[in-house]
């Protein structure tokens, strides 16, 4: 009887149901045959989402140029990466423009798509898929010319005294 008054006579009854439980969201998704969201096999990035992706991934891929220097740097002494760097030129001449290329592009779309990124954070100005579009187009396009003319630069050869 107190538990009648409680209401925990209801609460022991609820308990002891017998009705199946409701299925969760996936066991309902399941049963459409559907997916549950866009996957990236049926659904078309546009070139906007590509571009803030290969910004993302080109700064995973300075990240790890980074580390590897620093640690040859660490591992081999101050002029290992140097001489590692100055061995392959003289064992591939013929590579350097394109390893320079190679460099110097994911560095350059990097720090384009993060000015244009922190321009967009600052201003909120821009924020549209045409000017989007466009920026995507044109960072690709100056990344392209800003990494074609670092490859084709070449500093001084250092001195043979500055070496020792």
Same mark, same amino acid.
């Given at each position: 009887?107190?538990?009648?008054?409680?209401?925990?006579?209801?609460?022991?009854?609820?308990?002891?149901?017998?009705?199946?439980?409701?299925?969760?969201?996936?066991?309902?998704?399941?049963?459409?045959?559907?997916?549950?969201?866009?996957?990236?096999?049926?659904?078309?990035?546009?070139?906007?989402?590509?571009?803030?992706?290969?910004?993302?991934?080109?700064?995973?891929?300075?990240?790890?140029?980074?580390? +590897?220097? /620093?640690? *040859?740097?660490?591992?081999? !002494?101050?002029?290992?990466? @140097?001489?590692?760097?100055? $061995?392959?030129?003289?064992?591939?001449?013929?590579?350097?423009?394109?390893?320079?290329?190679?460099?110097?592009?994911?560095?350059?779309?990097?720090?384009?798509?993060?000015?244009?990124?922190?321009?967009?954070?600052?201003?909120?100005?821009?924020?549209?898929?045409?000017?989007?579009?466009?920026?995507?187009?044109?960072? +690709?396009? /100056?990344? *392209?010319?800003?990494?074609? !003319?670092?490859?084709?630069? @070449?500093?001084?050869?250092? $001195?043979?005294?500055?070496?020792?």
């Amino acid at each position: 009887v107190k538990m009648m008054r409680l209401g925990l006579g209801r609460l022991a009854s609820r308990r002891m149901s017998t009705t199946p439980a409701k299925p969760t969201y996936t066991e309902r998704m399941d049963k459409t045959g559907r997916p549950v969201s866009p996957h990236l096999t049926i659904y078309r990035l546009p070139l906007i989402a590509w571009s803030s992706v290969t910004v993302r991934i080109t700064g995973v891929v300075g990240s790890g140029l980074a580390v +590897v220097i /620093a640690g *040859t740097t660490l591992v081999g !002494g101050g002029e290992c990466a @140097s001489d590692i760097v100055e $061995s392959g030129v003289a064992a591939f001449p013929m590579l350097v423009m394109p390893a320079k290329f190679a460099i110097a592009w994911p560095l350059t779309y990097h720090w384009l798509g993060n000015m244009r990124h922190m321009y967009w954070d600052l201003t909120a100005k821009g924020f549209n898929n045409i000017t989007m579009l466009h920026t995507s187009y044109g960072i +690709v396009a /100056a990344t *392209t010319a800003i990494s074609a !003319g670092l490859a084709l630069y @070449s500093m001084p050869a250092r $001195s043979r005294e500055s070496k020792k």
